[in-house]
């Protein structure tokens, strides 16, 4: 067998047993006291979040043909024994050396138990075996992925199978006739197989949300579907003031990124989200927030005030230059105010395309964005010079700590009215007390077991 194409199956397909719920992935404070973050805990999130999203469906499907593999496979006796599984894996690792891959480098191998692992690998196995019977192939001869496929696609038409969230109870993440799939057994697949960051960045949503949740508790906010259809009604409305959306309907564009109404209101990210609202409606009400804004107007509208939409070129420059940093801060300055007067010429975004030495700005023809004139995004300097210009203009060159700018601003936001500067305002502190529980959360990541059979 071909090892390139086999690593994806075992790699991906699994019928999941259930996590260790007391394997931690992350030790931090709630409430001043110990709390932990286990895989149960982050599959469940996972699960309820990625659902409804390509990852969830995909991950969906492979739930259901490991478990139409593993039916068919024990109705004809077709199983590995784990005799059999640990010698293919034995094999499986000698061929991915030998091709230069370290099976540990393997998000799902990482990842996972030696009991799981095991039964990944007999479901693989159990498949090429049910292929093999079906076209009377020989004990060796090749089973390729074209003809795992075209089974798989055979034995789907023999059953009655729901991915469709819609169509399925609370808590079930697929259907197969009357067998129904939990969601944590989705999760568990999209843990095993999720790379370190995105596993981290869960176990950091978990942990965000319990020390929101604990902290509505503390203050006794509470949500209630008065709460829920208010903060529905908020987001149409802002999605019909934003002119990215041109006028497309809220249900659109949930259903563009595989949610309904009804989902949205049941997702803990979206329903925290309200309690956080909530409670910052409490801590930070109109009076208080409205005295800040004639205190320190001009501050207000440095962090939540109208933005700007940006263009730079940027030339890097070192004190004592080298061979890849060739110009010091005079020759770049110098270079841009050549580039500077070819404006009048050549486009903007040309010019930026060419010169810039900003690779995520160069592709986009210098195009940085919006930013507030405190939006911390772009050196403070580059923002400061983009706050003094008026629309169209163009600045001379701004030095900052690794070289140059020049810096256009394209669109200016009108001024909001005070009422709306109050609502951003309060958004802010929400912000900043969110970074808070963060910091006071004190997370610390446990490494994954390096667990895989040997």
Not at 25 to 33: E, G, Q, S, V
Not at 85 to 96: D, H, I, K
Not at 126 to 154: I, P, Y
Request: with cysteine; hydrophobic share 45%.
């Amino acid at each position: 067998m071909n090892v390139l194409l086999a690593l994806p199956l075992p790699l991906l397909l699994a019928v999941t047993a259930a996590q260790d719920p007391t394997d931690v992935l992350a030790r931090f404070r709630l409430d001043a006291k110990p709390a932990v973050g286990t895989r149960g805990d982050v599959a469940l999130e996972m699960a309820f979040h990625l659902q409804r999203r390509d990852r969830g469906q995909e991950a969906c499907s492979l739930l259901v043909d490991a478990t139409l593999t593993r039916r068919a496979a024990t109705a004809k006796n077709l199983m590995p024994t784990t005799a059999e599984v640990r010698a293919f894996w034995q094999q499986l690792q000698e061929q991915l050396r030998a091709a230069g891959h370290r099976p540990e480098d393997f998000a799902a191998v990482r990842n996972t138990g030696e009991a799981q692992w095991l039964e990944d690998l007999a479901v693989q196995m159990a498949q090429e075996r049910l292929v093999r019977t079906e076209l009377g192939l020989g004990a060796k001869e090749a089973v390729g992925a074209d003809m795992l496929k075209l089974w798989l696609q055979e034995e789907r038409r023999k059953h009655h199978v729901v991915t469709d969230p819609e169509l399925l109870p609370i808590g079930t993440c697929a259907r197969i006739d009357e067998q129904d799939l939990p969601l944590a057994d989705l999760g568990s697949l999209l843990l095993r197989t999720s790379e370190d960051a995105e596993r981290d960045r869960f176990v950091r949503q978990l942990i965000y949300l319990r020390s929101i949740e604990a902290l509505c508790r503390r203050q006794d906010v509470q949500l209630d579907d008065a709460d829920l259809d208010a903060a529905l009604q908020r987001r149409r409305d802002e999605a019909a003031r934003d002119p990215r959306y041109r006028g497309v309907p809220f249900e659109q564009l949930l259903k563009a990124e595989g949610m309904t109404v009804a989902a949205l209101r049941e997702l803990r990210v979206f329903r925290d989200q309200v309690l956080l609202d909530k409670l910052a409606d409490r801590m930070f009400p109109d009076g208080e927030l409205l005295a800040e804004l004639q205190r320190d107007r001009q501050l207000v509208l440095d962090l939540v005030g109208p933005r700007r939409h940006l263009g730079v070129i940027f030339a890097r420059a070192l004190e004592e230059p080298n061979a890849l940093v060739p110009l010091d801060f005079p020759a770049a300055a110098q270079k841009l105010q050549q580039v500077r007067e070819r404006l009048g010429q050549e486009t903007f975004a040309n010019v930026a395309s060419i010169e810039s030495d900003d690779p995520p700005t160069k592709q986009h023809g210098g195009d940085a964005g919006w930013h507030r004139r405190r939006s911390g995004e772009l050196p403070d300097a580059v923002l400061a010079a983009a706050f003094a210009l008026a629309q169209d203009e163009v600045s001379p060159p701004v030095r900052c700590e690794d070289g140059c700018y020049l810096v256009k601003v394209l669109e200016i936001d009108p001024v909001p009215p005070d009422h709306r500067l109050v609502e951003r305002l309060r958004r802010y502190k929400a912000l900043e007390l969110t970074q808070q529980l963060l910091r006071d959360a004190a997370i610390e990541m446990v490494a994954p077991n390096d667990a895989a059979p040997r």
